[in-house]
């Protein structure tokens, strides 16, 4: 067996950080005179394109209910692919706790993931798409950076800086059919994140005692036995905390 139960939501809430930084775009409609007549917030959902789109395609103007409101965005994963160059050696640990608890939170070094997005911009003329791309592509250059927590659990959170880049930009114009039919301008905008995968959070206690036997390797014959004791928060403040040298040498090398 790997492990005990453990679930940090990683992808989770990296795909809700991802929405939200989507989810205020607004697209106005003004007169011929300039004046605005509306404004209308861009809807936000997870989901596929082509299910919205076929919605699109069953609107019948004898049922309203069927057809779907546009404009409107839809973002989905796309790809999750290991990121081999931002690996760092697997054994590194992170530890937080405090010192005087006699124990600590452990947690092994993260495991790199990129994350494939593709955000779709769906609407029923160019101008309502153009808006809503035009809010959108000065903040990439070519990426934006937002802060997750990893592991919340972990002694009161773990922070993360997470870059978003913005690798294309696709555009097509799903319109062919009568009068009746509805037209779709679809803009699909590709980002890639990286995510980091954690372990088990562990529970392990602090050393307060360690002993290093001292040979001599000519001989081969013992030397001394140095131990620290009570290596502890006292140990670390003051200086003068005695250490615990045993005196059982055969060559004194001591100070």
């Not at 972990?154 to 114009?173: A, E």
């Not at 088990?200 to 001394?224: H, R």
């Not at 036995?225 to 140990?235: H, K, R």
């Amino acid at each position: 067996m790997l492990s005990d139960h453990f679930y940090h939501a990683s992808i989770r809430r990296t795909i809700a950080a991802f929405g939200t930084i989507f989810n205020d775009i607004k697209v106005l409609r003004t007169d011929s005179q300039g004046e605005v007549k509306n404004i209308t917030r861009v809807p936000l959902a997870y989901g596929p394109k082509q299910k919205f789109l076929a919605r699109v395609e069953a609107w019948n103007p004898d049922d309203a209910q069927i057809g779907i409101k546009l404009p409107r965005m839809a973002f989905e994963i796309t790809s999750l692919t290991y990121d081999a160059a931002a690996q760092i050696n697997r054994m590194n640990q992170i530890v937080k706790g405090n010192i005087t608890d006699g124990t600590r939170q452990v947690v092994y070094t993260q495991t790199p993931y990129r994350i494939g997005i593709d955000l779709s911009v769906l609407a029923k003329n160019q101008d309502d798409a153009l808006q809503v791309v035009e809010q959108i592509l000065p903040y990439f250059q070519p990426e934006y950076t937002i802060t997750i927590k990893d592991v919340p659990d972990f002694n009161g959170g773990l922070k993360t800086d997470i870059p978003i880049v913005l690798s294309g930009v696709n555009f097509q114009d799903d319109y062919e059919g009568d009068f009746l039919t509805r037209r779709a301008v679809v803009y699909t905008l590709s980002f890639e994140l990286r995510v980091r995968f954690y372990g088990p959070i562990q529970e392990k206690s602090v050393i307060y005692q360690s002993s290093v036997d001292i040979n001599n390797l000519e001989t081969f014959g013992f030397m001394e036995e140095i131990s620290a004791d009570g290596v502890g928060e006292q140990a670390i403040t003051d200086p003068g905390v005695e250490t615990g040298v045993d005196d059982t040498d055969d060559n004194v090398i001591t100070p």
